[in-house]
């Protein structure tokens, strides 16, 4: 997948709001990149344009947003319908209202196969249970016709990503799926897409908040704050030498020991109002490095070293800082 540009805005009563800046993204094949940032930064509105899912009061623009050698900008909204959940589908965080309560999970994964391709019932059928089974479900076969609420949380999320791998998508967006699930879950839901992207070669765009995720898993990181990617580079580079202070104050903002599977709210101050994000670098007023340049001059996403992107006027002696 390759995104350039893409910025979605809002429309209020107050007239336009920008949630979305700029963004540029790629994710390879079989390649696991996590979206990183507070609530509010702009990650899920980023996923959901991606996937042709914006919010009735959101206009979403790109310069370029492809999937392969398709030109998804090009598509009609009903061609964009029919790739959805064929060659890109979604894992939302909440695996229950995801799954129709009425329909057993076996149904719901057969009508998903049998809506995109001319398959049988039976073959449908069989289908849902091996995919059940890719997704570790003990027992598959015999629990194929048991209805949503007769499964855990856990269970149940594994189902959903089941349902969205069922016709081997190119590229899986996954927004924060495993916050609502305790962390032992997690770590086995998190697992299950490593090894899946890995199994049919599928690129995975996932949203977290969690820094542990990010270190077991992904690829390539990028970091979000107000609307814009702020730093990008390899998953274990970045969070070893961050050289943007908002990486590092996310990850200093994690206790050592237990702090994996929080909630990343304990930097200073709070992300701006999209509303009145500030000039120069929208971080500044909660940045211990800020001068007076952050104030009047917005830093560019550049490339600072091989690999790694930032967008911060002091990025050099971040890094140098965390060296020392
Ligand atoms: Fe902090 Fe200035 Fe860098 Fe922004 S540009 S992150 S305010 S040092
Ligand atoms: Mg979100």
Redesign the pocket.
Known sequence: MRVRGLSVEFRTRRGPVPSVRGVDLDVARGELVALLGESGSGKSVTVRSIMGLDADNARSSADEMRLGDTDLLALSDDERRRLRGHRMSMVFQDALSALNPVLSVGDQIGDLIRAHTDTSRRAARARAVELLEMVGIPGASRRVGDYPHQFSGGMRQRILIGMAIALEPELLLADEPTTALDVTVQAQILELLDRLRRELDMAVLLITHDLGVVSEVADRVAVMYAGRIVERGSGDDLLARPA???TEALLTSVPQAEGLGRDLVTIPGSPPNPERVPPG?A??PR?S???ED?RKTR?ALIEIRRGRDSA???SQEVVGAGNE
Do not use: I, L
Request: hydrophobic share 25%; glycine share 0%; aromatic share 20%.
């Open positions: 943007h202070p908002y670098c971080f500044h940045c490095w800020a001068v952050c830093p911060c006027h002091r």
